[in-house]
């Protein structure tokens, strides 16, 4: 145990214990709920929990964060009963907060139309728990798109956005317009309108273009340049009571995000600041030792990777589904090193544990069982071909709709039999869909083992031409698209290119896997764009994005082309006045 661990055993244990006694202040449930999240970070979340449940019927802060923690244990397990348990919690935890809030007459209300409120007429209470409110109401809303499998609860859903971002408004305003002067808890209420603001803006502007047409058209607008500054001002404020939870957002953007949907490379510098300042707090805490695996995984330092986030899996076994976020990573971290043996065991960990999706676990499992056909035994040949009848099966629906990966997943099960019970290079298809090129590139000495392999299955193919069963130019265009990821990232550009056009070519002869050409006419951008050529990469992005339809993982692809164009449109537009950004809106007032 550390040394500040040891200073601050006492004073848990002191708090722990207090009896409830009168009415709970606002900065006493402040306090108190910074502790809360003391302990949390230090993997003591039982403590943390009973340190907030007694008071979450009468204080705004017990009542946001006793919501908190049960929206987290919902979210990781995906069990109905924590979802509806969450809800309810979560319900009451908005009902708290509520009552805390500033009750507008009918004159009031129409007068905020035509003039600006008078804010310093309100109280810290008030205010406080119309940010308290607001933030029970994003959980409630993000809740309420997973709770059912209906169209009803994503309109519900919708309309609780609404709800929050007017609440959001209402306090930017307060932020900008009160007067400070005096206020013991001004920077707990500024941190959090940052984090909302920010973490809003981040969320709406990931979203590719023509959802955010619509999005804008009811109401909604987002901009990316506006959510992390907002974030950086929120983790600034020192001592604050959702300065961690600042840091969090934007390590989860710049370690997650900006790899799994497309962006470019986060800002590794920035997260490595956030990362050490936190371990020195909490050396132990698993969420920051997480971090600082997923740190050294996207600087494609593989081992130090394993090291961390094993290091974060051991930590505690009180929450074990933190354990499945671990095991995700280390799957595609042992992927990397085509050690398969160890990706299979983690897939079927998560296969066994997790209840977020079982066709991809499983499908996962058996697609490293496939990279290493020749070495399984009868009884785990006898498992795969089981696994992979059993995959179907599982597949769910969401609002009346499969999820893209799962209908992915199902087609290739179908695939593996129609082929004689083989698949051509799963586990690295997968890869490059999960975005694992993009971290597996910078390491030379990981893509030329790889590259080796693809080419031994470009040769091995073109011995079975005549006995692939129709699946000749689907599984030779695979090859020729990881083939050319590898030749891309070891600077052998001019093949890489010949690569990807080679799968274009071969559009009209493509008899099931159609989403390898616009896939592969968005890695020719990316190569073009490397190169120099922002023009032809413009051209090719709009090709990719206008040019193919309904084909598998379709989204997934319009993510990537948006922030690739975004990023590209930016570049161009570096110093020119007004403060535009990579969407061209100013970046002054956010929702805006």
């Known amino acids: 145990m550390s040394d500040s661990d040891g200073d601050e055993d006492p004073f848990y244990d002191a708090v722990e214990y207090l009896a409830k006694a009168g009415p709970m202040d606002l900065g006493t449930g402040i306090e108190e709920s910074k502790l809360a999240i003391s302990l949390f970070m230090n993997n003591r979340f039982a403590e943390a929990r009973a340190l907030l449940k007694p008071w979450a019927d009468e204080s705004m802060y017990h009542a946001l964060g006793y919501g908190v923690f049960e929206f987290l244990e919902a979210v990781l397990t995906f069990e109905q009963q924590h979802i509806e348990s969450a809800a309810e919690t979560l319900e009451q935890s908005v009902q708290v907060c509520n009552k ?7 004159y009031e209300s129409l007068g905020k139309i035509v003039r600006r409120p008078n804010y310093d007429a309100l109280t810290e209470e008030e205010i406080h728990a119309e940010l308290c409110y607001a933030e029970c109401l994003l959980l409630r809303a993000v809740l309420t798109f997973i709770e059912d499998e209906n169209l009803i609860s994503f309109v519900k859903g919708g309309l ?25 808890h001004k920077d707990h209420f500024e941190s959090g309108v940052r984090m909302g603001v920010g973490a809003y803006n981040l969320l709406i502007s990931m979203l590719p ?12 607008s987002g901009n990316r340049e506006t959510g992390l500054g907002q974030l950086h001002l929120g983790c600034d404020l020192a001592g604050s009571l959702r300065q961690i939870l600042c840091s969090m957002v934007l390590l989860g953007f710049h370690l997650f995000v900006s790899y799994v949907l497309g962006y470019g490379d986060g800002d590794l510098v920035l997260a490595e600041r956030l990362i050490n300042q936190q371990l020195s707090s909490f050396p132990d805490g698993v969420w920051y030792n997480f971090f600082k695996g997923r740190l050294e995984y996207v600087k494609g330092n593989v081992n130090p990777a394993i090291e961390w986030y094993s290091r974060a899996w051991q930590s505690q076994s009180e929450w074990v589904q933190f354990h499945h976020l671990c095991y995700w990573e280390l799957m595609w971290a042992n992927c990397f090193k085509q050690d398969w043996i160890s990706s299979r065991d983690f897939a079927d960990l998560l296969l066994h544990e997790s209840r977020w999706s079982r066709t991809i676990y499983g499908y996962q499992k058996a ?6 056909s020749e070495k399984l035994g009868r009884f785990e040949t006898a498992e795969l071909l089981q696994l992979f009848k059993d995959i179907p099966g599982w597949k769910q629906r969401i609002a009346g709709k499969s999820i893209p990966m799962e209908k992915f997943a199902v087609k290739k099960c179908e695939r593996f039999f129609a082929q004689g019970n083989k698949l051509i290079l799963p586990a690295v298809e997968l890869l490059y869909l999960w975005n694992g090129f993009k971290v597996l590139g910078k390491q030379g000495d ?27 130019v689907d599984n030779l265009c695979l090859l020729l698209l990881l083939r050319g990821m590898c030749l891309r990232y070891l600077d052998r550009v001019g093949e890489a290119e010949a690569d990807f056009l080679g799968v274009i070519a071969y559009e009209k002869q493509l008899l ?49 082309i948006h922030s690739a164009l975004s990023e590209l449109r930016a570049s161009r537009s570096v110093g020119q006045a007004g403060g535009t950004t990579s969407n061209g809106r100013k970046t002054s007032v956010p929702f805006l």
Not at 100 to 106: D, H, I
Not at 210 to 218: A, S, V
Not at 367 to 372: D, G, L
Not at 534 to 556: F, I, M, P
């Open 367 to 372: 697609s490293f069982m496939c990279m290493m």
């Open 100 to 106: 805390f809030r500033k009750k507008n007459s009918m």
């Open 446 to 472: 990981l893509v030329r083992p790889l590259l080796a392999l693809v080419e031994r299955h470009v040769r091995d193919l073109a011995r079975e031409k005549d006995g692939g069963g129709g699946f000749y």
């Open 512 to 560: 099931h896997d159609a989403y390898l050409v616009p896939y592969s006419t968005y890695e020719l951008a990316m190569s073009y764009w490397s190169q120099g050529n922002t023009q032809g990469a413009e051209v090719t992005l709009e090709n990719a994005k206008n040019n193919y339809k309904g084909y598998a993982l379709e989204s997934r692809l319009h993510f990537r």
């Open 209 to 220: 273009a023509k959802i955010m047409k619509l999005l804008e058209f009811i109401g909604f």
């Open 160 to 184: 609780r956005m609404r709800s929050c971002l007017k609440c959001y408004r209402e306090c930017w305003n307060i932020l900008r317009y009160r007067n400070w002067d005096g206020s013991l």
